[in-house]
């Protein structure tokens, strides 16, 4: 008897009831199994709701340029004025606050100030030209004097890049962005990349812009 009812019949409805094997798990390890499989199920899916919430904002951020945030950025940069530049005009840079590190040697790092002059040397219908006149870069207490330089500042007056150098033997790249004016100042951030010889720092610096 006790063989008989560890006979698995076959589920088939168009099928006789006939013996197909003998089963090698009682029925209740067989439910055991069945619900550590359900857990474990549970589980995962629990954890891939979980992710996929994480992931949402994310993902909705990327979504095409129909969706309400990307409109309203592109409202915004409608808004833009450009910016009413003559040849001529003047405009620093001051660092209120700001740092450097090493390329390849990020445990060498340190706080940085500097300053950049600028003159407008030509309008565009796409922009300006400008030419970098003076300013400093101070690492850790090594003053590098820019003697000279030149760039592309964006028509809007937001984005700036370009080129100087810094005595006989340093150069450097540098990108700043502004970021408007909060209270009676203009602010914006400047990220240099400065070489001398075999050494190479990547300075970041929170400035004020003044004409």
Do not use: C
Not at 64 to 82: E, Y
Request: hydrophobic share 40%; aromatic share 8%; net charge positive.
């Amino acid at each position: 008897m006790e063989a008989l009812r560890r006979i698995v019949w076959t589920q088939r409805p168009d099928v006789p009831f006939r013996p197909n094997k003998y089963e090698t798990d009682p029925p209740r390890n067989r439910q055991k199994m069945n619900s550590k499989k359900l857990a474990i199920a549970t589980v995962v899916g629990a954890v891939a709701l979980v992710s996929l919430l994480f992931a949402f904002p994310a993902m909705a951020a990327s979504m095409s340029t129909s969706s309400p945030q990307n409109s309203t950025i592109a409202q915004a940069t409608q808004k833009l004025q450009k910016a009413d530049l003559s040849v001529g005009q003047t405009f620093t840079l001051t660092s209120v606050a700001g740092g450097y590190r090493e390329i390849g040697d990020s445990a060498v790092n340190g706080t940085a100030t500097g300053s950049l002059s600028i003159d407008v040397t030509g309008a565009f219908k796409a922009g300006y030209a400008v030419s970098v006149t003076g300013g400093q870069v101070n690492i850790n207490g090594t003053t590098y004097t820019i003697t000279g330089g030149s760039g592309e500042l964006g028509p809007y007056g937001v984005h700036m890049v370009g080129q100087a150098q810094a005595g006989s033997t340093a150069q450097l790249l540098f990108a700043a962005r502004n970021l408007g004016k909060f209270g009676s100042s203009d602010y914006g951030v400047l990220r240099i990349d400065l070489t001398n010889g075999s050494n190479e720092f990547a300075v970041r610096l929170l400035v004020t812009v003044s004409s």
